[in-house]
């Protein structure tokens, strides 16, 4: 095949691993080294875009775990409930049940590792209560060191990792199973093909699709290298993503971009207060409930809605600092600074985030079901660009092991399948473009008249007629992809990026269009359908390409629940607001 590929004028690289992990962020490495345990003779490639030392959502670290399921404190079946209320009822529960049925000992086994969780003074976790019915948070006030600790496992099971290498479209052999990617190395623009017997995505949130108020377009509240390249790369080669009308939109600091952070500020005392300093919501947990009473905060006379801490001892704001100003964002504290912003005298405003896709903080993402896996057999997925709701980086860390396995298995006794040449030849030629032209669109401006279109007909509250304005829009911006220029390879990356964003942006219109009817809160907020409908909409939206090539959505119903809920647990998450007195 090396040869095949050269005869044919490509002159591209050419690589064969039993294993592809795309993603070095998260779920990567955990799936990596899973897959080399799993089978130790089996060759493992992790493939990152940056570089695996400082990449994805961790890239600075992390202050804390959002849903740890430690018994003592909560049980797998609490959990469950806990995230089927928050998400509308709406999720693959035999997902999220695994899920927390593995949390513990995933806990357990990156504390082994070195990863530093807070404890009490009996020596044991020291959870702390921010969700609306359970306790599933736990602080790391030393977590900055996360990353170093994945390449170290990395390194001792001599997993395969090439950096620099943008994934641009999976490849499929005959009987329709992932046989690898096509990959782009954004430093020297050469190609990589890679063929592999098994593939593993675990590329991030689409955290580039709306622009930031900001309108920085690398000012987003995601790690704005995750921009959707998997969403893109999973419907491009037939896999069906779902609940992409179901928007990740997060409480932020106002031009930070970065989270207020409740789990760390709600347990010590903090809150989210309106512009009198009072209290107007009875949970910090994200929700699209909550978004919802924190947008018409926003938009009534009580606005702008804050951070409160200046009421807290001063031991108290101490920790909150050494927390916050050195793990996951440290430049919060400059930027504090910058503003004149001290915890102890002023309250530090808050907005709302650009929408995006995440699995992460919503329940938007590629579909996939207990086991990892996507509607293409072969292709896994893992972390905030899966489905499993509400998973945060534990939950990456959970599926990227489950997927590693399975991955792994998959692979076992299967041999390499032959390529498609015509198809690498074409993407090829259509993925170098953009360096070829002399002149034409840059990336930058192309993304941007996308993501200004997002702002300003997609985002919440969404309305039929500008979301159509917005799809035609967009759909009419395809021709502009064949001016698309790139001066060197680091443009070319971007170019590419930009497509996936394109992609994703045609995504949210189309699934948004299809769901009529609002569900979860602001995240789905449709004007011409404001009520919730659980006759015909109580299921699963699945977007993907049909065999005219177009983008198309259908229902698929909802798995019998493993938990059952009674009325009163339904409804505990449409009772945010904090109740005047009488």
Same mark, same amino acid.
């Given at each position: ?9 490509? !002159? ?19 799936? *990596? ?23 994805? =959502? ?5 202050? !804390? ?19 089927? /209320? ?21 806990? +357990? ?44 496992? $990395? ?48 590329? !991030? ?5 709306? $622009? ?19 969403? &893109? ?15 990740? /939109? ?22 989210? *207060? ?12 994200? &929700? ?42 440290? &430049? #919060? ?61 534990? !939950? ?11 991955? =792994? ?9 032959? $390529? ?31 993501? #200004? ?7 919440? @509250? %969404?309305?039929? %007629? ?19 220029? *790139? ?31 609002? #569900? ?9 359908? @404001? ?10 939206? +699945? ?10 959505? %259908? ?28």
């Amino acid at each position: 095949h090396t040869r095949c590929l050269l005869s044919r004028g490509l !002159g591209d690289v050419y690589k064969r691993q039993d294993i592809l992990i795309i993603g070095g962020g998260t779920a990567g490495p955990m799936a *990596a080294v899973a897959a080399k345990e799993k089978n130790p003779d089996a060759s493992v490639m992790l493939l990152e875009k940056a570089n695996v030392k400082r990449s994805g =959502a961790i890239s600075m670290g992390m202050d !804390g775990l959002n849903n740890a399921v430690v018994p003592g404190h909560s049980t797998p079946e609490d959990y469950v409930k806990e995230i089927t /209320i928050a998400n509308d009822g709406v999720l693959l529960q035999k997902g999220v049940m695994t899920y927390a049925e593995n949390s513990f000992a995933m806990i +357990q086994k990156l504390d082994k590792w070195g990863v530093y969780f807070q404890k009490d003074e009996t020596g044991e976790y020291d959870m702390k209560k921010v969700h609306h019915l359970g306790t599933y948070v736990l602080p790391m006030p030393e977590g900055h060191n996360i990353k170093k600790i994945l390449y170290r496992r $990395l390194r001792r099971h001599r997993v395969t990792v090439e950096n620099r290498y943008q994934a641009i479209r999976i490849l499929k052999d005959a009987e329709g199973n992932a046989c690898g990617c096509i990959s782009l190395n954004t430093r020297t623009a050469e190609i990589l093909v890679i063929r592999a017997k098994s593939v593993v995505m675990c590329t !991030g949130a689409a955290g580039r699709i709306g $622009l930031p108020a900001s309108g920085y377009l690398f000012g987003t509240y995601e790690n704005p290298s995750n921009c959707g390249d998997g969403h &893109s790369m999973a419907f491009h080669c037939g896999a069906e993503l779902t609940g992409l009308e179901c928007y990740q /939109i997060n409480p932020l600091l106002k031009d930070y971009n970065g989270p207020a952070c409740a789990y760390v500020t709600g347990p010590l005392g903090g809150y989210t *207060a309106n512009s009198k300093g009072d209290r107007f919501i009875e949970c910090d947990y994200w &929700s699209g409930q909550m978004m919802m009473e924190f947008y018409n905060e926003l938009q009534g006379g009580n606005g702008p809605v804050f951070l409160k801490l200046d009421h807290l001892a001063e031991e108290t704001i101490q920790e909150i600092e050494h927390v916050l100003h050195t793990n996951e964002r440290p &430049s #919060r504290g400059r930027f504090h600074d910058g503003r004149g912003v001290d915890y102890r005298t002023k309250m530090v405003e808050m907005h709302i985030s650009e929408i995006g896709f995440c699995a992460g903080h919503s329940a938007s993402g590629v579909w996939t079901n207990e086991k990892g896996e996507t509607t293409v057999p072969g292709l896994y997925g893992a972390g905030d660009m899966a489905s499993i709701p509400h998973s945060y980086m534990l !939950g990456a860390f959970v599926f990227g092991e489950i997927c590693g396995v399975n991955a =792994a298995e998959f692979a076992e006794g299967r041999e390499f399948a032959e $390529l498609d040449m015509d198809f690498i030849i074409s993407e090829r030629d259509r993925i170098l473009a953009p360096m070829k032209r002399t002149d034409g669109i840059p990336p930058s401006q192309f993304e941007y008249k996308v993501r #200004r279109l997002v702002n300003d007909y997609l985002q919440p @509250p %969404k309305v039929t %007629k500008k979301m159509d304005i917005g799809l035609q829009r967009l759909i009419a911006m395809e021709d502009d992809i064949q001016h698309l220029f *790139a001066r060197d390879a680091h443009e070319l990356l971007r170019a590419n990026e930009a497509q996936h964003v394109y992609d994703c942006a045609k995504m949210a219109a189309v699934a948004s269009m299809y769901r009529t009817e609002s #569900r979860w809160g602001l995240y789905h907020h449709y004007v011409d359908h @404001p009520e919730t409908n659980n006759e015909d909409w109580f299921c699963h939206v +699945q977007l993907h390409k049909n065999e005219d090539d177009e983008m198309v959505c %259908k229902t698929r119903p909802i798995d019998p629940y493993v938990v059952e809920l009674d009325d009163n647990e339904k409804n505990a998450y449409s009772q945010m607001r904090v109740q005047q007195a009488s």
